[in-house]
């Protein structure tokens, strides 16, 4: 049973389509050929005694079309049986078997007139598929409809599912994560008519729940907890742990495996997708066992880390690597042209889009989305339960050209596009499937720290410290009042005969080592390394007297959080505000920052591993705007506007996200929800135990073992 959208015309249009592109793919292989054997001796399409130059082209088209119908017919057969070939030796042999078809197609020639050495062979049949997947995809370069039905024929599967076969069977679903696309901002792409796919949705009846994030507003705390259920003591996307002395990262693979670990020891649950799961582009495995581009297992070593099911069989078809090679190509040249635009345009706010950002860029939004893409799509063919992927396309361009513009509207629609391929592939799927689209943190616009005030925030606390700064950094103004608060502050401690606050004083150094500071978003992270336990306020003021103050006071810092020996935790807001963390409600220092702001500081408070001080930019209600830590006009990481608040968008026959009138709060609040669907769908899904891990986590504590010291990330 055909699609119904499908008409009569359609069908023709389609197919006169697909004839004009096979002859045309045929004609430039044919003058490929020709051209090949002028230029290699040991390449021959006529016999001993000469032809004609029409006999010679006709024995061109013959070899052309043996060796594209041999490709079209074996090369699926041959995905499928090196799939499980490590990536160098699969490398090798698409060259080998590539030429052995070019030998078996010359071989089929009538009257031995076409000739070539083994290794001439390989040569030419590379240069014939690169020019005759080039030409193909040129041709269909915005025809997803011939992109979907080459994935089609890796998997077996040629027609939708018949409805009435696949009525009884159990949903799969499906859980697509927009990378950093925050509520107003999907909100606005559907209104604008850049996302027609989830406007249809809408339209159908989906259900669109915003969410709130926790302190630390960033992929690795969101889907730390979305997929393993608990994100405790992930204070930051990247942070100081002084009890290993290192520093952890979330997108650094040995952070990302014992961040998944801990995660696991926690709950004594491997995760969201236990039960015939697939992790797709994420920072973690949910648990699952078929994983492609998950970082968390990129730091195994040997056999383990084969990402078969989606890397290399992606790759190992010649046009998928030629069409993915031509997007990349253009999407630096776009890139390239945005930033010069952008600086001939004078845009503000801007940050540098030089050196190897296009290529980042490219693969972020092209690379990876298209690896992704396909791998779901065949996750769906091939019946899976539950799949959850990551597109992180409109996160990295949002960082570099701000979170809306004409930049990112591009993005979302060929991220929309994307949705669509794979509703689409749904209706051929062997069984009914659910779509959950999902954010794991929105963005916040603004200026950076650094060019708002002309120093960032490690020369601000460097300067608080009285340490050394660049002759720079003191030609401003915040990095000079600092400095002299710090000497003010010196010569008043120095004439003082007690310590103000009663306190029986620590042993601190004699020599103090220099603060780390650690930037996520517009979320600053400050700790001393030579001091064991998390300094109190006490602490700090005995050894830099003006180091609070001038963070606290200053005009980009919105609140400065901070354990005191007296009251336990204290916020620190400008003009002298002082609540301690026992007493915080939404208002005072943080009442700019919207409801729910307090319980996100006290739980974040609690955590093991928090800063000796944790820095939150200041936030522009009336613009939305922050200032980010670190080089971004897009930013998350931290409280303030848009970036705290992702969305859910669910299906009608799901159950509702909360109940009327409730919140929905936390990552590991949405993971109990996703939880909850995936039962709904398939059945009650028993917890996995610690004894009971799947062999995805259990391979990641054969590399890593619990009770050994995980290598280091390098220092960013």
Known sequence: MGDGRWGGADRWRSAGRTVVRVLVVWAVSTLTMLVLAGLLPDFQLQSDDGDSFTRIALTAAAAAGVFGLLGALVWPLIVRALLLVPAFVLGLLVFFLNGSLLLLALWLIPDGRGVADPETAVVVAAVMSAVASATSTALAVRDDDAYRRRLYRLTGRTRPRDPDATAEAVPGTVFLQLDGVGHHVLRGAVADGLMPT???????????????????????????????????????????????????????????????????????????????????????SGGADQLALVLSTAARRGPRNRSRAGYFAYFSDPANAVRTAGSLVAECVREMGQSTRARLRREAPRVSRGGTYPFVRAFATVVERDVVVSAVMGDVLAGRTAVYADLVAYDEVAHHSGPRGRDTDQVLARLDRAIGLIATVVEHAPRPYRIVLLSDHGQSPGETFESAYGLTLKDLVRAGCGLPVSRRVRRTSSGSEARDAARDALRSALHRPVDESGETARELPARPSEPVVLASGNLGLVSFPDVPHRMTREEIDRRHPALLRTLAHHPGVGFVL?????????????????????????????????RGAARAVRRTDGFPHVADIMVNSMYDPATGAVHAFEEQIGSHGGLGGEQSHPFLLSPPDLSPPVGEGEELVGAERVHRVLRRWLRESSGPQVPLGPVEISRSTQETELVLPVDGAVPPDKNP
Do not use: C
Request: glycine content about 12%; charged content about 20%; aromatic content about 6%.
């Open 198 to 284: 989830v406007a249809g949705w809408l339209d159908a009846g989906h259900r669109l729940t915003p969410w709130r994030t926790d302190w630390s507003s960033q992929t690795g705390a969101s889907q730390l907890g979305i997929l393993h259920g608990s994100n405790e003591d992930v204070p930051a996307f990247r942070w100081y742990e002084k009890d290993t002395g290192r520093i952890m990262v979330s997108n650094r693979p040995a952070s990302a495996v014992e961040l998944q670990r801990r995660a696991v020891r926690r709950t004594g649950d491997a995760g969201l997708l236990t039960v015939d799961g697939a992790s797709r582009g994420n920072l973690f």
């Open 562 to 594: 901070v354990a005191s020996a007296e009251h336990g935790s204290v916020v620190l807001g400008r003009d002298g505000v002082e609540v301690p963390v026992a007493e915080l409600a939404d208002d005072g220092p943080l009442a700019v920052f919207g």
